[in-house]
């Protein structure tokens, strides 16, 4: 058995930008109770707060967790409150080349979609993330517009020419992360190794994004050991056979 369970987050324990809904809640919390958790995602620390933390109950559990935003960037552990182990955040030299290297890639791929919510380029300090619709846009706007990662595919291979010296990753359903060159979430599971003191070989990590390019990759990458699921859905039946295999165990 594992000792510590690490997901990714969007398109794993929740849809796109949506909250965790009370099964999953529910997993995570019994989870929580047995495991040493992390999630590591490309979401920025908001995020995790109304996404995840608003539906978990609080409490002496949430010592289990450990919270990595922006793709592992950024580590968080519970004390009585949240508090930031660190943040590997861009210059603003770095945060203007990134910046403009994405607007040139997307005006010369032709990307203009005829609407979209919020906004598309978002610093998040160790990260600069691309949402090609926005950052509120729908749920099935958001499927609809890449659903086989073609279009993400074509920008990553721009970005990767214009700017080499940093990691370009596919994350969620429309997104493009940029962090600094080794700054992933192979970065992020090193650093739970270094910081929680578990072996790689200790850790279980469920993602969406396991493909070659994919914000989850690097994990895979890292040498831990990887479930890819499609959704949600297959997380919670990850979850629930880690739990009955727990329950099994301690009933022999």
């Given at each position: 058995m594992k000792e510590l369970i690490v997901f990714d987050l969007d398109g794993t324990l929740a849809e796109s930008k949506a909250a965790l809904d009370a099964g999953?809640?529910?997993?995570?919390?019994?989870?929580?109770d047995n495991f040493k958790v992390a999630v590591i995602s490309g979401a920025d620390w908001p995020q995790f707060e109304t996404q995840l933390l608003?539906?978990?109950?609080?409490?002496?559990?949430?010592?289990?967790?450990?919270?990595?935003?922006?793709?592992?960037?950024?580590?968080?552990?519970?004390?009585?409150?949240?508090?930031?182990?660190?943040?590997?955040?861009f210059t603003p030299a770095e945060k203007g080349k990134i910046?403009?290297?994405?607007?040139?890639?997307?005006?010369?791929?032709?990307?203009?979609?005829?609407?979209?919510?919020?906004?598309?380029?978002?610093?998040?300090?160790?990260?600069?993330?691309?949402?090609?619709?926005?950052?509120?846009?729908?749920?099935?706007?958001?499927?609809?517009w890449d659903p086989d990662f073609a279009k993400r595919k074509l920008l990553k291979e721009m970005l990767d020419t214009t700017i080499p010296e940093f990691s370009v990753r596919m994350g969620g359903?429309?997104?493009?992360?940029?962090?600094?060159?080794?700054?992933?979430?192979?970065?992020g599971i090193r650093k739970l190794r270094d910081i929680l003191r578990i072996p790689i070989d200790d850790m279980l990590f469920i993602g969406d994004a396991l493909f070659e390019g994919g914000n989850d990759y690097p994990a895979k990458e890292a040498g831990v050991v990887c479930i890819a699921v499609r959704g949600p859905d297959d997380t919670k039946l990850v979850v629930e056979t880690i739990l009955a295999c727990l329950d099994r165990k301690t009933r022999s």
């Open positions: 999953m809640a529910a997993l995570l919390n019994d989870l929580l608003a539906h978990l109950t609080h409490g002496q559990r949430l010592a289990n967790l450990a919270l990595l935003p922006t793709c592992g960037t950024k580590f968080f552990r519970y004390s009585g409150d949240w508090k930031r182990i660190y943040s590997e955040d910046i403009s290297a994405l607007t040139y890639a997307i005006a010369s791929a032709g990307f203009h979609p005829m609407q979209v919510w919020g906004e598309t380029i978002e610093d998040r300090g160790s990260q600069i993330t691309f949402s090609a619709l926005g950052q509120q846009a729908p749920l099935a706007e958001k499927i609809r359903a429309t997104s493009i992360d940029v962090t600094k060159p080794g700054i992933n979430k192979g970065y």
